[in-house]
């Protein structure tokens, strides 16, 4: 009988959130996850504003993604390549939104598999990465996880402004409006 805890590595399911079971299955949740959230940002930006922004400041989708796949390949070698003479630089990244996305879904689908080979007690082995410092495989994943997530906001930023089937520019939840509180100040707060 088949372990029904057994993950099969090529699949692209993300690990039950309700049924979460270790720390890498978080890792798992966090960093591919958040990836797929990139992924459904940038299919929704159109193609004539995959290279604009809101001004000089702001990143581009195409910015956000060619980020975040560099910073997942250069922490993937660091993790999986020992040699650091060994390391590749980035690659060319294309310029169009369905080569890049293409591209990052299987940077994507890499991370999961190499979160999927690991076994917990290598989250306290030491990597060196281009400081010459060790660093635990765990500060890795999490760096890798609080990146993603960043990203993922700052993509979603720009999908809800250029989505023409969105209803508008992005509204915050905030706390106060939620509990229905009447006396709440306004928020965001005007703008001089």
């Not at 922490?75 to 060994?86: G, I």
């Not at 890049?100 to 917990?120: F, G, N």
Request: proline share 8%; hydrophobic share 40%.
């Amino acid at each position: 009988m088949e372990d029904q805890n057994e993950v099969d590595p090529e699949s692209t399911a993300n690990p039950d959130f309700e049924r979460l079971e270790d720390e890498l299955q978080v890792f798992e949740l966090m960093i591919a996850g958040y990836v797929g959230s990139i992924l459904r940002a940038a299919r929704l930006i159109p193609e004539d504003k995959w290279n604009w922004s809101f001004s000089e400041r702001t990143p581009t989708a195409r910015e956000v993604c060619e980020h975040t796949f560099v910073w997942l390949w250069c922490d993937r070698q660091q993790l999986t390549v020992a040699d650091r003479r060994l390391h590749k630089p980035t690659p060319n990244l294309p310029a169009d939104r369905e080569s890049m996305i293409r591209i990052l879904e299987q940077e994507s689908l890499a991370w999961r598999r190499l979160v999927r080979s690991l076994k917990p007690d290598e989250l306290n082995q030491e990597r060196e990465p281009w400081e010459g410092e060790q660093r635990l495989v765990r500060s890795f994943l999490f760096h890798m996880g609080q990146h993603v997530i960043y990203k993922a906001g700052q993509i979603w930023m720009l999908a809800f402004d250029l989505d023409p089937d969105s209803p508008g520019a992005y509204d915050a939840p905030y706390p106060n409006r939620l509990y229905g509180f009447s006396d709440a100040a306004p928020w965001p707060a005007p703008r001089a």
